[in-house]
């Protein structure tokens, strides 16, 4: 019985040192959550607070050429005066609507920020399949970024809400294309000169796709 319980523990303790060897350890992806939340909530209110307005231009452009269009329509049946207390109610509550969201956003990010820069310093992101390391696999993690390190990021973050312990097997690959938008014109008067000039602007746009397997130590 002694000799039989040495043996598991050897095992255990091999074990251990392999997962150690790799960065391999247990983390309490709920214990974090909870931590920002409690020392960093504060710091959230105050990002999301320091956000003004919280609108970008197209944003209001929106919620302006909306209220307008939607007044319009009721301008119709409705008198000139309703019709303007339409719109600037509609334009109002859309201003107001959007704000809150965008400052929530950000308060969300925040605290998320803060929670996946404590999980990065703890996961283990490896390249290969670790060997005589005791560990069930939980999902195929997939996503892509415009560079490397977003979607290193992504693949991070998607890995923390899974509750891994780590990433194994990892591999990436890129894709880039161009597109070009032409400007100006070319013309031929009556002396058969060309006269004008057209402008080329191309831009190159890459992707980063990345992969790996979650896992949870046994």
Avoid: W
């Avoid at 247990?26 to 990002?47: G, P, Q, R, W």
């Avoid at 609108?55 to 209220?67: K, M, R, Y």
């Avoid at 404590?118 to 560990?135: G, R, S």
């Avoid at 999902?139 to 973050?157: P, Q, R, T």
Wanted: proline letters at 1%; hydrophobic letters at 40%; charged letters at 15%.
């Amino acid at each position: 019985m002694n000799n039989l319980e040495n043996t598991n523990l050897n095992e255990t303790v091999a074990t251990t040192n392999v997962a150690n060897k790799y960065n391999l350890k247990k983390i309490d992806t709920e214990s974090i959550k909870n931590n920002v939340l409690m020392n960093n909530t504060f710091y959230a209110f105050k990002k999301a607070g320091n956000c003004r307005i919280c609108l970008s231009l197209p944003e209001f452009g929106a919620i302006f050429i909306g209220s307008i269009i939607v007044g319009a329509i009721f301008s119709i049946v409705l008198p000139s005066i309703i019709s303007i207390i339409i719109f600037i109610v509609l334009f109002v509550y859309g201003v107001i609507f959007l704000r809150n969201k965008n400052s929530r956003a950000a308060y969300d990010n925040y605290l998320e920020n803060q929670m996946i820069g404590i999980y990065t310093k703890d996961l283990a992101v490896l390249n290969f399949v670790p060997e005589n390391i005791d560990y069930q696999t939980i999902k195929m993690i997939e996503v892509s970024g415009e560079n490397y390190d977003i979607a290193k990021y992504n693949l991070i973050k998607s890995a923390f809400y899974l509750g891994a312990d780590g990433v194994i097997n990892i591999t990436h690959s890129s894709t880039a294309y161009a597109t070009s938008t032409v400007t100006g014109s070319i013309s031929t008067n009556s002396s058969s000169r060309v006269t004008g000039n057209i402008n080329t602007d191309t831009k190159i746009t890459t992707n980063v796709y990345m992969q790996g397997m979650a896992i949870k130590l046994v």
